[in-house]
T-cell receptor, first 112, second 110 residues
Framework: EPEVTQTPSHQVTQMGQEVILRCVPI?????FYWYRQILGQKVEFLVS????????KSEIFDDQFSVERPDGSNFTLKIRSTKLEDSAMYFC??????????FGPGTRLTVL | GENVEQHPSTLSVQEGDSAVIKCTYS??????FPWYKQELGKGPQLIID?????GEKKDQRIAVTLNKTAKHFSLHITETQPEDSAVYFC?????????FGAGTTVTVRA
């Protein structure tokens, strides 16, 4: 069964450093998402992406964040200058045309 | 935007008993309500979903009910088994993005 994959599973970085989180959505899917879950809190929407552009973004997704689909398979989330409060689990999700979103296993980001 | 509330936050049941998790949503325009199961170290896995033109949906031991008037929906797990132990999240669609409840940690006691 096709699934969303994410790398790395755990990323540790120093405050102020740039990180890139990588996702490979399900191959024929068209819509891509990033969500995050701070420990003990709700899963929160960050950004949606379709047809090589951002469809919608939340208040969290400020100028420090960017997304890219550099080729036909990868979907990345970049945080330019990480802050302590960026520490969270980041989930990538994708969908075809229906509402159903499929989630990856997540990347745990720890900012020291 | 959409606000989803989920109760209870923790639920402990005896193996074989039923578990019920309840969620409410705020945006009457929401029309799609998925439930996800998250096991330790894994991402949310879709287990069942329901659309607003349907009042109830069942898949083996799992069922979901939706009351559009009251804006609440519930997950029912019957004949619980140890492998049902996990965190369960309800969600509502809000302009193609999901708004999640806070999650329910379900523990099935053998």
């Amino acid at each position: 069964e096709p699934e969303v994959t994410q790398t790395p599973s755990h990323q540790v970085t120093q405050m102020g450093q740039e990180v890139i989180l990588r996702c490979v959505p399900i191959s024929n899917h068209l819509y891509f998402y990033w969500y995050r879950q701070i420990l003990g809190q709700k899963v929160e929407f960050l950004v949606s992406f379709y047809n090589n552009e951002i469809s919608e973004k939340s208040e969290i997704f400020d100028d420090q964040f960017s997304v890219e689909r550099p080729d036909g398979s990868n979907f990345t989330l970049k945080i330019r200058s990480t802050k302590l409060e960026d520490s969270a689990m980041y989930f990538c999700a994708s969908r075809l045309s229906t509402d159903t979103q499929y989630f990856g296993p997540g990347t745990r980001l720890t900012v020291l | 935007g959409e606000n989803v509330e989920q109760h209870p936050s923790t639920l402990s049941v005896q193996e074989g008993d039923s578990a019920v998790i309840k969620c409410t949503y705020s945006d009457s325009a929401s029309n799609y309500f998925p439930w996800y199961k998250q096991e330790l170290g894994k991402g949310p896995q879709l287990i069942i979903d329901i659309r607003s033109n349907v009042g109830e949906k069942k898949d083996q031991r799992i069922a979901v009910t939706l009351n559009k008037t009251a804006k609440h929906f519930s997950l029912h797990i019957t004949e619980t088994q140890p492998e049902d132990s996990a965190v369960y999240f309800c969600a509502a669609i809000d302009d193609y993005k999901l708004s999640f409840g806070a999650g329910t940690t379900v523990t099935v006691r053998a």
